[in-house]
């Protein structure tokens, strides 16, 4: 028995080094500290990427959202992209800071996320995608929040 134990953690092991690479990620917050406090979606796009949404092309990446969020302090936002890209990036025009979050991509990640994030009015979200050609691509949602967490 002690045998099956002692192969069963080295190939536990060995499969913990062969994915250890792939856990590694980028502290956007500190290599771009400018797109966290950036006040609109293109000043964000401009710190993380040196590019604004003019630059990018409305194709390739889906956003979801409800039409009206009962609760501003808890929208959920589905984003998917449908080439391979870098980074998938989370943005909304409506709160003091536009930057939501950042995904680091690689060749064994699925670009498709699921956050919840906080939107003080109705407003847009938009999910932009840097394409390992260099390119952004977006996709924009516009949705209703109901204030006090109401739909009226």
Same mark, same amino acid.
């Given at each position: 028995? $002690? ?18 690479? +792939?856990? $590694?990620?980028?502290?956007?917050? $500190? ?15 401009? +710190? ?5 949404? +003019? ?5 390739? /990446? ?12 808890? /929208? ?6 449908? /080439? ?69």
């Amino acid at each position: 028995m $002690q045998r099956r134990n002692f192969l069963t953690l080295g190939a536990v092991a060995a499969a913990s080094a062969a994915l250890a690479p +792939a856990l $590694q990620a980028t502290d956007f917050r $500190q290599t771009k500290p400018d797109a966290w406090t950036a006040k609109s979606v293109d000043d964000a796009l401009k +710190a993380l990427y040196g590019k604004t949404l +003019a630059d990018a092309t409305e194709a390739h /990446v889906t956003v979801k959202t409800p039409d009206v969020a009962s609760n501003g302090g808890a /929208v959920p936002v589905d984003m998917s992209c449908d /080439v391979e890209c870098k980074t998938f990036t989370l943005l909304q025009d409506v709160n003091p800071e536009s930057c939501v979050v950042v995904f680091e991509q690689n060749d064994m990640t699925v670009p498709k996320n699921s956050v919840k994030i906080k939107m003080k009015k109705s407003g847009s979200v938009y999910a932009v995608a840097e394409g390992k050609d260099g390119k952004l691509y977006f996709g924009k949602k516009t949705l209703e929040v109901a204030l006090g967490g109401c739909e009226g």
